[in-house]
């Protein structure tokens, strides 16, 4: 093999590795997401009309697009309030059965994942974090993911 030659391969080679370690898609950190999740629920908190409604408001997810690097939030009971349309995605992903107490289908995770889905995000790309809403302090604190959410968004990185 010509030194010339060799030295194309080297610089090509270089290149791709460069290329594909390069695009590797850089998510958020947790303090960032956890900033961004308890702005989003204190508002929710504050927009309520009732204290009932500030009392059913239990949990809150952000998800982080790394492709878009887009927010979608979610509240627990989110899919079926807003009257959404449950993305195929996600209906494909959930256990066959309950695997906890919580309702599939019903934790914020999947309200803010859905939105993500709809607006054409990929499934690898997002990443996520919830919390606890606690209405009368307000705390605003981690709250670890279900069961049921656990074996339905494998695949999405969970910030704990």
Same mark, same amino acid.
């Given at each position: 093999?010509?030194?010339?030659?060799?030295?194309?391969? *080297?610089?090509?080679?270089?290149?791709?590795?460069?290329?594909?370690?390069?695009?590797?898609? &850089?998510?958020?950190?947790?303090?960032?997401?956890? &900033? !961004?999740?308890?702005?989003? !629920?204190?508002?929710?908190?504050?927009?309520?009309?009732?204290?009932?409604?500030?009392?059913?408001?239990?949990?809150?997810?952000? *998800?982080?697009?790394?492709?878009?690097?887009?927010?979608?939030?979610?509240?627990?009971?989110?899919?079926?309030?807003?009257?959404?349309?449950?993305?195929?995605?996600?209906?494909?992903?959930?256990?066959?059965?309950?695997?906890? &107490?919580?309702?599939?289908?019903?934790?914020?995770?999947?309200?803010?994942?859905?939105?993500?889905?709809?607006?054409?995000?990929?499934?690898?790309?997002?990443?996520?974090?919830?919390?606890?809403?606690? $209405?009368?302090?307000?705390?605003?604190? $981690?709250? !670890?993911?279900?069961?049921?959410?656990?074996?339905? $968004?494998?695949?999405?990185?969970?910030?704990?």
């Amino acid at each position: 093999m010509q030194k010339s030659n060799f030295f194309k391969i *080297v610089a090509c080679s270089l290149l791709f590795l460069n290329t594909v370690f390069c695009s590797v898609l &850089k998510g958020q950190d947790l303090g960032t997401m956890h &900033k !961004a999740v308890d702005t989003w !629920a204190r508002l929710q908190l504050s927009l309520a009309t009732s204290k009932t409604q500030k009392r059913e408001f239990s949990s809150a997810t952000v *998800v982080y697009d790394k492709a878009t690097k887009r927010y979608y939030y979610g509240a627990n009971k989110g899919i079926a309030l807003s009257r959404a349309v449950t993305h195929p995605t996600l209906l494909s992903r959930y256990p066959a059965t309950a695997l906890c &107490k919580n309702v599939i289908g019903n934790c914020s995770e999947n309200h803010a994942v859905n939105q993500a889905l709809q607006d054409g995000a990929s499934w690898n790309n997002l990443q996520m974090y919830t919390v606890y809403v606690l $209405f009368t302090e307000p705390t605003i604190a $981690f709250q !670890a993911t279900c069961e049921n959410c656990v074996f339905t $968004f494998r695949g999405i990185e969970i910030l704990r």
